[in-house]
């Protein structure tokens, strides 16, 4: 069983930064990726950026430049550093663990993250 608690969001102007934290406990050995997911209100959920087990990084186009995913594999823990936030960044974000498509995988509660201009 893994259990991940974000932490982190807030509400920041626009041109603000953030950095979100997700903390996971349990058996992370088989893990793949962990992967940050964003769901806006109305909108479906959808990844903005990942980290693989080998360190690899992945980003949605729109975060690009802005995101920073990282990890402390010491800790199981990664982060996302926002920086050059907008408006519509304004989400829940979710911190997400994948095990492979064989496996199930884990979600976190999220967090809010509010930008306004």
């Known amino acids: 069983q893994v259990q991940l608690v974000e932490s982190g969001g807030g509400l920041v102007q626009a041109g603000g930064s953030l950095r979100l934290s997700c903390a996971a406990s349990g058996s992370m050995v088989s893990i793949l990726a962990m992967v940050w997911y964003r769901q806006a209100p109305g909108k479906q959920r959808e990844l903005v950026a990942a980290i693989g087990s080998s360190g690899n990084t992945h980003y949605a186009d729109s975060v690009k430049g802005r995101f920073t995913i990282s990890r402390d594999v010491a800790n199981n823990t990664v982060f996302l550093q926002m920086s050059s936030l907008k408006p519509e960044d304004t989400a829940v974000y979710y911190c997400?663990?994948?095990?492979?498509?064989?496996?199930?995988?884990?979600w976190g509660q999220g967090t809010q993250v509010t930008v306004s201009s």
């Open positions: 997400n663990a994948d095990f492979g498509p064989m496996a199930r995988d884990y």
